[in-house]
């Protein structure tokens, strides 16, 4: 028992390297403004999620609800000690690939309110302040400013 949980906390450990690189990745593409391969990088991502989540699972199942520390204090010395690191180094992976998430949902808000804002000024500059326009009858006349149907005569 104490291979299969050792190997799973090891795939752990370096699933959790390879998601910091991944999210480094997207980082850098969402600087860029590659958006399309930005959407192709998050379903790698997600599926990386979704495969260290069910290693955790097992590993989970394997301890039948008893801690990973607890465990360990019941392995001889040298075992203890190689699980003890591997737990260490997933903590610090976790800790890691976390962070970068957070810059790079930061990144993304910050992009999403620029863009906001951005419509919103050219908005402004292409629809009327003053809606007071002619009439059919030559006489000013108020004119929603939404869009409207036009009719008339040429």
Same mark, same amino acid.
């Given at each position: ?6 190997t ?12 910091? $690189? ?5 980082y ?7 958006? $399309? ?5 998050e379903?790698?991502?997600?599926e ?24 360990a ?44 804002k951005?419509l ?14 002619y009439?059919?009858?030559g ?16």
């Open positions: 028992m104490y291979q299969l949980i050792y799973s906390l090891v795939r752990q450990a370096r699933g959790l390297e390879l998601l910091r $690189d991944l999210l480094r990745e997207e850098s593409l969402i600087c860029e403004r590659k958006m $399309d391969v930005v959407a192709s990088c379903f790698s991502i997600q990386l999620i979704r495969q260290l989540v069910n290693e955790k699972e097992f590993v989970m199942e394997r301890l039948k609800g008893q801690r990973l520390r607890e465990y204090k019941d392995l001889p010395a040298d075992e203890q000690e190689k699980v003890l690191t591997i737990a260490q180094l997933i903590d610090k992976n976790e800790q890691k690939a976390s962070f970068q998430a957070s810059l790079n949902s930061q990144l993304s808000l910050a992009l999403l309110d620029q863009n906001e951005s919103q000024t050219l908005f402004k500059h292409v629809v009327p302040e003053n809606t007071v326009v009439g059919r009858r006489a000013m006349r108020k004119v929603a400013a939404q869009g409207a149907l036009i009719s008339g005569r040429l």
